[in-house]
């Protein structure tokens, strides 16, 4: 669901904010980034969950939030710098028409963009704002769409002129009063005109691309679960995919021209420095977008699993569980995509219990949702919708645990012994670390494990991870295997599945990350109560 967690014009910090305060219901997926909107789900308790789950993480944030563009001036910074990229299909609005290649228009084609020129400039007069506050930033976001017609009349090929416009047009919709006659659906529709021709004059415009989707995404929602609602949230989707393309590499260029520099910067001028810390600042801009692109990407797809015939549903939703983990993978505490992957787990759950399909445990992955949104509340325990969410799943944890589940380990202090010393046997994690579990260990609703009771069972405490990983190392037993590197050298394990690897690689780094940020008390109260 794009609204949990999801993310609006090119990203504040907000998180999803909009966030419900649900009551005690089934998580659901969020979207976006900024405010959340709740998870749809099939069933009227996955729709309670969803308000409950689907606050804090859902509502996508905007590049203008993000970058905090809107000056106090009453000018809009342009924030088209060059990054950003969308998709060249059209929304099935008449949102990609383009003229031909080249920078010149035709009169014919100057005549029709004054036009549509005309018909924004209306629709963005004919908003009058909520209250005074709205009205004040309703006269700057007109003052600025002026500005930005006179630059295109200027210069018809200019892609940040389009890529402002749109913002303020986006922005707009956003201020739309709802007992006034303005269409915020109109004004969206306009702002998709404007980025479609931005990113047709500059295809690398990525940043385009994500305010897009979101506008898209906005459209979308008004419509409910219908047809045109599917090719819509579709549209945003293949938006999403095209942003976090074309910005994927930028922090990796950022990476090169850093070390480069830092190699240099002492054998040049000391100004040097500047543009290393000037490099690093646009490295974490590009980090925080890329963030805010995945988990909104992940919301559209769980947005539109709500939509398409259930064949396709479970395909749809395990790419959403990607996005969401690939987001968590490059930032262990971004806890919107980590309440999102949660909530997204949770419906999955809901699905797989009506489904009634015997390969997959629905108790398992309620448990694997809970686990999410417990790191999320440890991450950010003032949230009141994260709060609101744990209270329906915790439950559903090992508790006094975090994790309980099955490994495969060598004996302690001997990672490198045969295979056939190797042992499968059920491990426990909590807020200090993970060990092998004993029989004063086994949580009461598991089956006790088949350690060999001479051997010394294997304790990794969470203050001695250095690292994290899987690994692929022809020495170890077959299998899904991570290596936990500690202070004392490196321990090997191997899980039953791959599946089951990525759920103990994110639940260790989890809780790795929560003692890292000082709230392993936080994690601690939750899973001993």
């Keep these: 669901m794009e609204e949990p967690t999801e993310s609006r014009r090119a990203g504040a910090e907000d998180l999803a ?66 990054g950003s990229a969308r998709s060249a299909f059209g929304d099935g609005n008449g949102i990609g028409s383009a003229e031909a290649e080249g920078s ?8 029709q963009f004054s036009s549509h020129h005309d018909v924004a400039m209306d629709l963005i007069n004919s908003v009058t704002g909520v209250d005074e506050e709205g009205r004040s930033r309703q006269r700057i976001l007109s003052f600025a769409a002026k500005r930005y017609v006179n630059a295109i009349e200027r210069n018809p090929d200019d892609p940040d002129a389009y890529y402002n416009w749109a913002l303020v047009l986006q922005e707009s919709a956003d201020n739309v009063d709802p007992n006034s006659s303005s269409s915020k659906d109109a004004l969206l529709e306009e702002a998709c005109k404007k980025y479609a021709e931005a990113t047709r004059l500059c295809p690398t415009l990525y940043d385009a691309y994500y305010n897009w989707a979101i506008a898209i995404a906005d459209r979308a929602k ?22 976090v393309q074309l910005n994927w590499n930028s922090p990796q260029h950022l990476v090169k021209a850093t070390t480069w520099d830092v190699s240099i910067s002492f054998q040049l001028e000391i100004s040097n420095l500047d543009f290393l810390i000037a490099n690093v600042a646009v490295f974490l801009t590009c980090l925080s977008f890329l963030l805010q692109a995945l988990n909104n990407w992940g919301l559209g797809l769980q947005e539109l699993s709500a939509i398409v015939p259930a064949r396709d549903k479970q395909t749809i939703i395990k790419t959403a569980i990607s996005k969401f983990r690939s987001a968590i993978q490059l930032q262990f505490d971004f806890h919107r995509a980590i309440y999102n992957l949660g909530t997204v787990l949770y419906g999955l759950a809901e699905d797989t219990m009506r489904s009634g399909k015997p390969d997959v445990s629905p108790n398992e992955l309620y448990s694997q949702s809970a686990i999410y949104v417990a790191a ?33 380990a060598p004996p302690a202090n001997n990672a490198i012994a045969p295979h056939k010393d190797w042992e499968r046997s059920q491990f426990i994690l909590n807020h200090e670390g993970l060990q092998q579990a004993d029989a004063s260990d086994q949580p009461p609703s598991q089956s006790a494990g088949h350690m060999d009771r001479g051997r010394k ?36 394990l191997v899980a039953d599945s791959w599946e089951a690897l990525d759920g103990w690689l994110d639940a260790i780094r989890l809780v790795y990350t929560i003692f890292a940020r000082g709230k392993s008390d936080v994690l601690a109260g939750i899973i001993t109560g």
């Design 222 to 243: 008004m419509r409910g679960r219908t047809k045109e609602a599917e090719e819509l949230w579709k549209q945003a989707i293949l938006n999403y995919e095209k942003a």
């Design 457 to 492: 069972p294997v304790r990794i405490n969470v203050a001695d991870i250095v690292s994290v990983s899987a690994c692929a190392d022809l020495t170890l037993p077959s299998g899904a295997s991570l290596c936990i590197e500690t202070i004392h050298g490196p321990t090997f």
């Design 376 to 408: 999320a509340h440890a991450l950010k325990p003032n949230y009141s919708v994260y709060r609101s969410a744990l209270r329906l799943v915790r439950s559903m944890l090992p508790l006094p645990y975090l994790k309980v589940g099955y490994l495969t």
């Design 104 to 111: 010149s228009y035709s009169q014919d084609s100057t005549q």
């Design 17 to 82: 904010n909009g966030a419900l305060e649900p009551e005690e219901a089934a998580p659901e997926v969020e979207v976006e980034v900024e405010e959340e909107e709740p998870p749809r789900s099939a069933t009227a308790k996955q729709e309670e969950a969803k308000a409950a789950l689907g606050a804090e993480g859902s509502r996508p944030f905007t590049m203008r939030e993000l970058l905090g563009e809107l000056k106090e001036d009453g000018e809009p910074a342009a924030t088209g710098s060059g």
